[in-house]
């Protein structure tokens, strides 16, 4: 501790960091290169929360939490995602140490328990107004709507997540890289979002789950990742008052994790060169999803659809086989996915880019066949 901090990687430590439980003490550090991977880390916990979850859903319902072509969707997502910091290192610690290093005004102490706190302040503040941007804001949301783009709410929705969103949402944490040590922040910024996946689920009745819902009353709400005093102080909280139905408010009927990120860039594409007027075209890009010219910024709250209640998920029939099938050679991509994060180092480049390639061409293969394509 005295040389540069403990280390946070026993198996303990690693489970009570999805609860956001590590003290001060023993989570913070010197340098951003002695920061454990606490996400890689969590990967075996994800997976044994999941089979927990199936369970007591089956448990409660007798039925299971969600369907296999959704969940492989997630999933599928959520391994994208992580596919670009297997090349490069994340551009949200990229730009924080290039602030720190060349405009920072005061350095607080790397150590001091109150520097960790006013931490986990700022990463959630951060994290808040980022949120509520990509809600607002056309262009951010075309990358933010693919983790609300699922019509079951579980914990393969946590891991539901954008390849695109990274490269817009490191602006916002800046204005710590001013006085906040890297090391310090690079903790915080993966305790926010691990703390986020175990909340994604109906099993756990203390923290009722709007947060995918495209119920009107509450679109646009409940911002918080880890703190909902954020949502209270500026005007965005909503409680669950009704039954809610998930998803996005114009579904996109898809599995395809490819077609899934860049289809919303294609419709903002399409809707910019169709929409008349310079100004009416950077509105489309930076007001809001449902903006149209002559309408305020953030569109009509009439034209949400009425959600009915009756609404059904999109769910094509495949055969059997064919599920089993894509469960297996899904398992077998994982596997790869895994044993790539912990060999990387000491693979060629071109190694690494044929083997990403790999499971790229896999995952997109696995939402066609989901789709009888």
């Not at 947060?211 to 909503?238: A, M, V």
Request: proline share 7%; aromatic share 16%.
């Amino acid at each position: 501790a005295e040389a540069g901090g403990p280390r946070g990687t026993a198996p303990g430590q690693q489970l009570r960091a999805l609860f956001y439980a590590l003290a001060p003490g023993e989570s913070s550090f010197r340098t951003v290169e002695e920061v454990p991977d606490y996400v890689e880390k969590s990967i075996p916990f994800f997976i044994t929360f999941i089979g927990l979850e199936f369970a007591v859903s089956w448990i409660q319902k007798r039925k299971l939490p969600g369907r296999i072509n959704d969940g492989i969707s997630s999933l599928s997502l959520g391994i994208l995602s992580r596919l670009p910091d297997v090349l490069f290192r994340s551009i949200e610690l990229i730009s924080y140490i290039y602030v720190w290093n060349n405009y920072r005004l005061f350095e607080l102490p790397w150590d001091s328990p109150w520097t960790w706190y006013l931490t986990l302040l700022g990463v959630d503040f951060a994290y808040y107004c980022f949120h509520r941007m990509s809600h607002e804001v056309n262009i951010l949301w075309a990358a933010h709507q693919i983790h609300h783009s699922s019509e079951d709410y579980n914990l393969f929705t946590a891991l539901r997540q954008s390849v695109l969103q990274k490269y817009t949402s490191w602006m916002f944490n800046l204005p710590m890289a001013l006085f906040i040590p890297p090391s310090v922040f690079a903790v915080h910024l993966q305790f926010n979002l691990l703390y986020q996946f175990w909340i994604h689920t109906e099993v756990n009745q203390v923290f009722k789950p709007y947060l995918n819902s495209r119920n009107p009353y509450c679109i646009d709400k409940n911002y918080g990742g880890t703190l909902i005093i954020w949502d209270r102080i500026f005007g965005t909280f909503e409680a669950e008052d009704a039954k809610v139905v998930y998803g996005l408010t114009h579904p996109v009927n898809s599995f395809d994790p490819i077609m899934l990120q860049l289809r919303p860039l294609a419709h903002i594409w399409n809707t910019f060169w169709a929409t008349p007027g310079f100004c009416n075209k950077l509105s489309v890009i930076f007001k809001g999803p449902g903006w149209g010219p002559g309408k305020p910024r953030l569109g009509l709250p009439e034209e949400i659809p009425v959600i009915t209640g009756k609404e059904v998920p999109y769910n094509p029939h495949v055969p059997a086989y064919l599920n089993c099938y894509a469960l297996v050679h899904f398992a077998v991509i994982v596997d790869l996915y895994i044993e790539l994060l912990a060999s990387m180092t000491m693979l060629s480049q071109e190694t690494v880019l044929v083997r990403i390639g790999f499971i790229i061409l896999s995952l997109t293969s696995f939402g066609l066949l989901m789709e009888n394509k």
